[in-house]
């Protein structure tokens, strides 16, 4: 089946500093999300994209259909970054088709 | 965010009884997922919906059943829960099957 790898999984940073996550796709990259889940557990949608870059304040996105990958930028990061970011691809639902999850990249900003 | 309410958040049922989570959603989004996050195993896809009363697996469906009579609410059932299916559920919608999609805060499931 389609395999979607993130890295690094267990991320450790200091305030203010900056990351670079990563999601590489086995197969074509159709409908690209980053979720971000908060240590209360809600998923929270970060950016829709297919393919291109996108920014929203300290967040930006990447991905390349082509070559199969996304990344997620963090940029000055905050105790409040804290928590496990998932990429997902959302493909057409057939039998074969499902939306795929990756396992995640699990970060904590430290104060 | 897409209005996607999920009830009950929190239950605890013994081994062996019937168990339904709803999830209902104010966008009139046509699709419809229900999800489990296990440690270890990220997020699965259990059962999704297409339309009313159109519903088909995804890749955990054993154990779980699905109703979708109107297009705000999708319902999942364990027609009698086991110890592995305590988990955290979460609800899922989008406008079709190759657009963004919202998930609800989810319910944490403990069968005891």
């Known amino acids: 089946g389609i395999q979607v790898e993130q890295s690094p999984p267990d991320l450790i940073l200091q305030e203010g500093a900056n990351s670079t996550l990563r999601c590489n796709f086995s197969d074509s990259v159709n409908n690209l999300q980053w979720f971000h889940q908060n240590p209360w557990g809600q998923l929270i949608n970060l950016f829709y994209i297919p393919s291109g870059t996108k920014q929203n304040g300290r967040l930006s996105a990447t991905t390349v259909a082509t070559e199969r990958y996304s990344l997620l930028y963090i940029s000055s990061s905050q105790t409040t970054d804290s928590g496990v970011y998932f990429c997902a691809d959302l493909k057409a639902l057939n039998r074969d088709d499902k939306i795929i999850f990756g396992k995640g990249t699990r970060l904590h900003i430290l104060p | 965010d897409a209005g996607i309410t999920q009830s009950p958040r929190h239950k605890v049922t013994e081994t062996g009884t019937p168990v339904t989570l709803r999830c209902h959603q104010t966008?009139?989004?046509?699709?419809m997922y229900w999800y489990r996050q296990d440690p270890g195993h990220g997020l699965r896809l259990i059962h999704y919906s297409y339309g009313v009363k159109d519903t088909d697996k995804g890749e955990v469906s054993d154990g779980y059943s699905v109703s979708r009579s109107k297009t705000e609410d999708f319902l999942l059932t364990l027609e009698s829960a086991t110890s592995s299916q305590t988990s955290v559920y979460f609800c899922?919608?989008?406008?079709?099957?190759?657009?963004?999609?919202?998930f609800g805060q989810g319910t944490r499931l403990t069968v005891v």
């Open positions: 966008e009139n989004h046509r699709y």
């Open positions: 899922a919608t989008s406008v079709d099957s190759r657009t963004e999609a919202f």
